[in-house]
């Protein structure tokens, strides 16, 4: 093997996994970030007196290629795991949907429609073949299988706080790979699925990642925020906030597509508009610190549709009391695209209708209770699960040196950190294998 000088553009998990892959390999690295700390979607921020994730993360028992890089990092082993609870709140109620005699009580649907629900979610767990469900809408799929009650009840609220009022826009395989996520457990021979994290949250995971890049020779260049690649002879040269071109033998971005067009001026024009043209959901995200836990759901699903979040989810239903100084931890999260009105309410004009809701969720809550109150907004969190997607995505190179490797090449999966890991070692085991010279990543 020659040994190459690579440039590893952006610090997530993706570009941190694949920058480790390489330098295990024998190569050179220089990993480059834009934001003073590794990590984007999965970067911590500190709340109130407390060091916490930005957005709530979990890893699950069955994700293996997140706890294997936590094994190599020593941290697997410290790792807590705990069966969550979940709620659903519809009709003005909260009730527990977090086990099979729940699901009997529920009275949003009746006996033979909960039967056909049920047959749903087996029939999707067990069904192998994502990528023939690319083509299918997910509406006429749900009405198939689960029926038109059930569709407008249970599945199109759940769908719609993902996805927006877009969501009869969507594949069969985007809800089908959620479900698949959730029975991985099961699949991988475990019996029940738990939720677990490592103590300090992914500050802890981030800085011993950060740490062991170091240790390999990587050099990690934070607060560089790179603006623009080209393929030139013999490599190509990466320009970042920070002065001339420096030259690689190769360049990765890891970034998602409208940012990787926008930083490569020599794109060739089919390439640019495929890219150009995969579409994402954004996020706004309150994370809300509290003077003491909320309640015990990890969890709560919202099918009223009238609130200004799409979902509750408390961490300290999930983390022990010590992590969070005895605080009570809660995200509130809206998905929408970056062109929806809430990506322009401030802080204030947030905190007021979130805590409302909040507030009409659980009568109990007083918004005295709140200690710490942020907002996060990200444009771009994941692609939206189009008809067709896998065939739509770009396939060309984008030069032979210059390379792509980004969550949405994640094909009939759902975005989270074990998808990412994986998708970063097949990437570095492609990249490594053809001496960079074959970007396609295997699916
Ligand atoms: C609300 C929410 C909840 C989630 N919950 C979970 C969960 O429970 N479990 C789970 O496993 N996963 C979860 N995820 C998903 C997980 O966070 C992602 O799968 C993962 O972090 C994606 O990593 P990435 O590297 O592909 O992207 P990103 O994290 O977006 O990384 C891209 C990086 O590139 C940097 N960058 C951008 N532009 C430039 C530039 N010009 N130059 C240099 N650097 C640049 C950014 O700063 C960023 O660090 C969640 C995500 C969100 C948003």
């Given at each position: ?159 719609r706080s993902k996805l927006g009022d877009r969501y ?111 579409d994402y959901q954004g996020i706004v995200c ?19 549709e009238?609130?200004p979040f799409t ?22 999260p809206c998905y929408a695209p970056v062109s929806d009105p809430i990506f322009r309410r401030s802080?204030?004009e947030l905190?007021?209708s979130f ?20 907002v996060s907004r990200v444009a771009e969190v994941?692609?939206f ?59």
């Amino acid at each position: 093997m020659v040994e190459r000088d690579w440039a590893v553009v952006g610090g997530g998990m993706l570009g941190a996994t694949l920058a480790l892959r390489l330098a295990a390999a024998g190569h050179r690295v220089t990993l480059f970030e834009g934001a003073p700390s590794l990590g984007g979607l999965a970067s911590a921020w500190r709340l109130g007196d407390v060091v916490w994730d930005r957005h709530y993360h979990v890893t699950l028992l069955s994700d293996r290629h997140t706890r294997g890089l936590l094994r190599e990092l020593g941290l697997e082993d410290e790792m807590r795991w705990t069966q969550t609870r979940s709620g659903l709140y519809g009709a003005g109620r909260l009730v527990s949907v977090s086990n099979t005699l729940d699901y009997a009580r529920l009275d949003l649907l009746g006996w033979s429609d909960k039967a056909r629900l049920a047959g749903t979610i087996l029939w999707a767990s067990r069904w192998r073949d994502g990528a023939s469900l690319e083509e299918r809408p997910v509406e006429d799929w749900l009405r198939r299988l689960s029926g038109s009650r059930v569709l407008e009840r249970f599945w199109a609220p759940l769908l719609r706080s993902k996805l927006g009022d877009r969501y009869p826009e969507a594949s069969a395989a985007f809800l089908w790979a959620t479900i698949q996520r959730l029975y991985a457990a099961r699949r991988s021979g475990l019996k029940v699925e738990m939720f677990g994290y490592v103590p300090g949250g992914y500050a802890r995971v981030l800085e011993r990642l950060q740490q062991r890049l170091e240790e390999m020779g990587v050099e990690v260049r934070l607060d560089t925020p790179v603006k623009e690649v080209r393929q030139v002879e013999g490599g190509a040269t990466v320009v970042s906030n920070d002065g001339e071109p420096a030259l690689f033998d190769r360049a990765v971005l890891t970034l998602t597509p409208r940012r990787c067009v926008a930083m490569l001026p020599d794109l060739e024009p089919g390439i640019r508009d495929q890219m150009a043209a995969v579409d994402y959901q954004g996020i706004v995200c309150a994370a809300v610190l509290l003077d003491r836990p909320l309640a015990d759901y990890y969890l709560t699903y919202l099918v009223d549709e009238d609130l200004p979040f799409t979902a509750i989810v408390e961490m300290s239903a999930l983390v022990d009391r010590d992590q969070l100084g005895g605080h009570g931890l809660v995200y509130l999260p809206c998905y929408a695209p970056v062109s929806d009105p809430i990506f322009r309410r401030s802080d204030d004009e947030l905190r007021r209708s979130f805590l409302d809701g909040l507030a009409r969720v659980h009568p109990e809550f007083e918004p005295s209770r709140v200690r710490a109150f942020r907002v996060s907004r990200v444009a771009e969190v994941f692609p939206f699960p189009v008809l067709g997607y896998t065939r739509k995505l770009p396939t060309g190179t984008l030069g032979p040196d210059v390379h792509w490797v980004s969550s949405a090449q994640i094909q009939n999966g759902t975005l989270n950190v074990d998808e990412t890991v994986a998708l970063a070692e097949r990437a570095a085991a492609a990249l490594i294998g053809s001496d960079g010279r074959e970007s396609r990543v295997p699916a």
